[in-house]
């Protein structure tokens, strides 16, 4: 329900697909098909959502933010097509596997402040925390 809850969801997001490699290394370039059929792909779209439900839900309503039904149906593609990038981008060697939470957490929360016409002070706040945790070199 809130940034902390997402936080720590998204560091045992990073676990487990550090732990099971060739599984998460498989589902990117299955989301990402053009031949997916539509079943498999709310599936996998919806493993990833779950990461930020109701989280989502509740920084709308601190922002006082109604999405209409398409322009939530696109945040939430967009969520899920950032999360199996990065994923996808640290397993094959193009991000250090150990900032794999930190770029998922910058990369989706980016996502959805970038969406916002007011983001909460708690989102800017982490943002601009995280964003110092990036390395310099």
Known sequence: DTIEDVMARFDHLAG???????????????????????????????????????????????SHFRASPHLRALICAQI?????????????GRFPEEHLALYLKIAVLGCIAGHLPRVPSDLTEMLAELRQMLPTS
């Open 16 to 62: 487990v697909v550090l732990a099971s490699r060739s599984y998460s290394a498989a589902l990117a370039p299955i989301y990402f098909s053009a031949n997916l059929d539509a079943g498999i792909y709310e599936i996998l779209k919806g493993i990833a959502l779950s990461h930020v439900f109701p989280f989502l839900d509740n920084v709308f309503a601190a």
């Open 80 to 92: 899920a097509n950032i999360e199996y990038s990065v994923i996808n981008d640290t397993l094959a």
